[in-house]
């Protein structure tokens, strides 16, 4: 494990790769040039330095509405249509056993020892432990849900660092940024500004990165420091990483906008009003508004409705629409009078506001029949699935397939710094390293079951023409769907158990011979018994028959020859 050089002392953290010195990055440089900047989907703020001014930095741009989406993204979390169908994905992505586990390691296809694969498990189930995970996993996950990036601050012993990872802990993302910087120079032959080397590390500012000047940004931190995963949204610039909560913005706003107009329409139009026409008589037009305004007075409501707290309220200083109406009446017309003003005669219609509602859900990815109350849970045939259900197993696994990588970067750094393995042959090893979620979806365990039981019955029915239609590997290809590496695996654990399954002597512990699997075959007659000392024929039946043995493998080619003639013709009589 090499110390960062001095390029990397200025920056808190650790480093588990070794940098590359001037000469070889040079050389690396003239063999591969290119003028295009590494493009990832982390939304790191990509930077240029050398120039004559020096490295800068503009984050006010990106970074700002970047932090103001973060908050408002935990504002929407709190709105009951949005809070609801975030725990249902959550509930989903996220399921635990008796025992609290929700997530195993799976390396079927790593082509390594076992004690490897032993120790990588016990790595794993070490950095569980560190993030609390089957206590705490649904609130990692939903926090990731919601903000759309993960940081990590890995804690590292700087002189015992072959004991790994000691602490964890959590970074909000509004107080951290990751910084891509690149170095460019120009192409001697050609004259074309190419990219010289690029790096990469954090900026942490305990109140936050905006409006901070270059110098006095923040701490930089090492790459190696962070653990950061992404939701793997990006806006249309590609500049800013979103979360999964992003595209429902717009509808829970418009259906917030129009619960609110629901309800003062409701408010305003399902009373009765009155109108009051008053008698002003003969009196100037200054002595008439004050003549009607104490009439008010005595007898007009004060209520108004908050639309912030859905309260209605007393408020003497403004006359709303609940109120009744007040108009002066001048002499020679009718005298004073009051009439009646019907209410609202559509005040049951919510077409739209269930319109919004299924739109905000469908933005979510959440079938909107999940939400209905009286909307029961069929169990039966998977004919009887919705596609929405399908839709939505499959999001939840692309979920679960981009949170993975969270576990993918721990697993890394730990293995690295216990010397396990290498940073190259981790390259390799994650591409055979699957993480097993357990699943609580039963439309995923009913159409595997159903898939699997009319493969069982297609093999049922070709079995009595296995061996004379269709071969075994036929069979296993064509009906079972099983891939090479499935065929050998059967094979192998076939014959392993039929190891297993045979007889043994009970005095000496030598298996018997496989004959019909391991009983004795019948004795005919005038024969001796398998394992009896050669006896002559003439003892038992006057010595008229010359001395024979008794030998399985003429029994067994016999047997074999029956088998392979089931389906053949019915063989001549001797």
Known sequence: MAEPQSWAWNLFGFEITRPKDKEQEKKDQQNTPTFVAPTTEDGAVVIQSGSYFGTYVDLDGVVRNEVELITKYRDMATQPEAESAIDDIVNEAIVTDGLGKSVSLNMDELKQPATIKKKITKEFEYLLRMLNFN????????????DGRLFY?????????????????????RRIRKIREIKKGRDPKTGLEIIASTDEYYVYNERGIIGAAAPALGAKITKDSIVYTTSGLMDAKRAMVLSYLHK??????????????????????????RAFYVDVGNMSTIKAEQYLKSVMTNYRNKLIYDSSTGEIKDDRKMMTMLEDFWLPRREGNKSSEIQTLPGGQNLGEIADVEYFEKKLYKALGVPFSRTQQGTGFSIGRSTEITRDEIKFGKFINRLRNKFSTLFDDLLRVQLVLKKICTEEEWDEFREYIYYDFLKDVYFDELKDAEINQNRMNLMMAAVPYTGSYFSKEWVWKNILRMTEDDIEEIKKQIKEEARENEPTDPETGEPLPPQNGGVMPPVPMGMAPPGAPPMAMGQQQGGAQQEQEYNPDDVAVEQEGKRKNRFNLPLERA
């Open 135 to 146: 206590n705490l996993g649904h609130e990692i996950f939903r926090r990731w849900y919601v």
């Open 153 to 173: 601050h890995v804690m590292v012993d700087e002189t015992k660092k072959a004991e790994g990872i000691q602490e964890l802990r959590h970074i909000d993302p």
């Open 248 to 273: 429902a913005i717009k509808p829970l706003n418009q259906l917030r906008m129009l619960e609110d107009a629901t309800v003062i329409y409701r408010l305003a139009r399902a009373p009765e009003r």
